[in-house]
Nanobody, 126 residues
């Protein structure tokens, strides 16, 4: 059974940094697409970043490009999202997902994913 467990969320002041983690278990494939999504209250879920675990190729939403970095530690089977220069508009619940149907971030589009984590809250105060 596939499980994704996020951690690392919290409260931070604008301009600060956080690193989210997503521990993956139960996957038998070595190459698949994983991603980070976020959802703020009253807003639709936004696709933030994607990574293909095999070649390590990445894709980002324009809203986070240059500030966020997605990475994957194959030995630890953990997906990360390093978030720098945080803004109040980054406040949201953040979710990791695995086995995405697409691995190129497109604004306004959320691909099917076979597994989701429970989410971790990020709050940025200005």
């Amino acid at each position: 059974q596939v499980q994704l467990v996020e951690s690392g969320g919290g409260s931070v002041q604008a301009g600060g940094s956080l690193r989210l983690s997503c521990a993956v278990s139960g996957y038998t494939y070595s190459n698949y697409c994983m991603g980070w999504f976020r959802q703020a209250p009253g807003k639709e879920r936004e696709w933030v970043a994607a990574l293909y675990t095999g070649p390590g190729s990445t894709s980002y939403a324009d809203s986070v490009k240059g500030r966020f970095t997605i990475s994957y530690d194959n030995a630890e089977k953990t997906l990360y999202l390093l978030m720098n220069s945080l803004k109040s508009e980054d406040t949201a619940m953040y979710y990791c997902a695995a086995d995405l149907a697409s691995c190129t971030v497109v604004a306004g589009y959320a691909p099917f994913a076979s597994s989701w984590g429970q989410g971790t809250q990020v709050t940025v105060s200005s």
